[in-house]
């Protein structure tokens, strides 16, 4: 029963931390439009904050539990499985469009953002400073995608298509999910922990691949649901967005709390794997610009990458890189 417990705590935290983050977010956005506030700021602020609420909420649970490298390599695996798994597969279903904005902006400023947060992992620590430093590159980045992006209507118009709620439901949903939300987190990073001891790997390589997969999920079951359906539009520009979010707020959560440190491995095949990324999906989405999507031959290339670093992963483990 070693691993059966653990497993069952992984398997239903990630259950629960979706549930609770999606219901959270429907109970606020709820809550703000009983008070009048405009859905431009809800969209701006709620709806888009909210596909990153499952990476909040473990990172932030993992860095008060000490479990800080747990929490690094949730957010270097989330952005790595978002380019390389779920656009691979969505795009795999259906030629996903391409947004002027997301070419223009998005995708340039989380290649900058990259860029700028290398040196920050450079010195092998992330600490308070460090995590400052993030906050603020994570405001102006927020005030250039409201600025400049293409993906402000898309929020807007997803937060005036909410479902209005009762003052008892609304109530509800804030309270259960909050509630939910870091129990469910507390299950997963114990259950991760857990089975990371008992079959020899760092917390660093189970949040890669496992808790950063597990907490990938919703994006990947929205990106396909909207390509089944031909609506694989707005996609590409909120899986994007959901990497900017990560990498910039939610890496600062376990900067803040307790610093984690950075090994030279993760700096170079994971963050290197990630920027990687990030460099062929902007050059394919500039080649893309002519017939204005990403093909799928594209997406079955980051797909055969995300399997190509997943195999590197499983390489350097064994060899005790």
Request: contains cysteine.
């Amino acid at each position: 029963m070693g691993l059966l417990l653990p497993l069952v705590a992984v398997i239903a935290g990630l259950a629960l931390l979706v549930w609770s983050a999606d219901h959270f977010i429907e109970g606020a956005i709820a809550l703000a439009r009983r008070y009048a506030i405009p859905p431009v700021v809800i969209g701006l602020t709620l709806v888009a904050f909210g596909t990153s609420a499952p990476e909040i909420g473990v990172s932030l649970v993992a860095a008060l539990t000490g479990s800080g490298s747990l929490a690094l390599g949730n957010v270097l695996g989330s952005n790595i499985a978002n380019f390389g798994l779920i656009l691979g597969i969505t795009a795999l279903v259906c030629a996903m469009p391409i947004a002027r904005g997301t070419l223009r902006v998005e995708l340039p400023l989380l290649l900058m953002a990259s860029l700028l947060v290398w040196p920050l992992l450079m010195d092998g620590h992330l600490g308070i400073i460090d995590g400052l430093l993030l906050c603020l590159l994570m405001a102006i980045t927020f005030f250039l995608l409201i600025r400049f992006g293409s993906a402000k209507d898309t929020l807007v118009a997803e937060a005036q298509a909410a479902p209005a709620l009762s003052r008892l439901r609304t109530a509800a949903y804030l309270v259960a999910g909050l509630i939910l939300l870091v129990i469910s987190s507390r299950m997963l990073v114990w259950g991760a922990v857990e089975l990371a001891t008992a079959a020899g790997l760092s917390e660093l390589v189970i949040g890669l691949t496992l808790v950063a997969v597990g907490t990938s999920l919703p994006e990947l079951s929205a990106s396909l649901a909207s390509a089944l359906k031909g609506q694989s539009g707005m996609a590409l520009g909120n899986i994007v967005g959901s990497n900017l979010f990560n990498l910039l707020l939610v890496l600062a959560i376990p900067a803040l709390i307790g610093g984690v440190t950075v090994e030279s491995l993760t700096l170079t095949r994971d963050y290197g794997s990630m920027a990687l990324l990030t460099v062929i999906l902007l050059l394919f989405a500039w080649f893309g610009r002519l017939h204005h999507h990403l093909s799928r031959l594209e997406g079955g290339i980051l797909l055969l990458l995300y399997i190509g670093y997943s195999v590197l992963i499983v390489l350097t483990t064994r060899l005790g890189a």
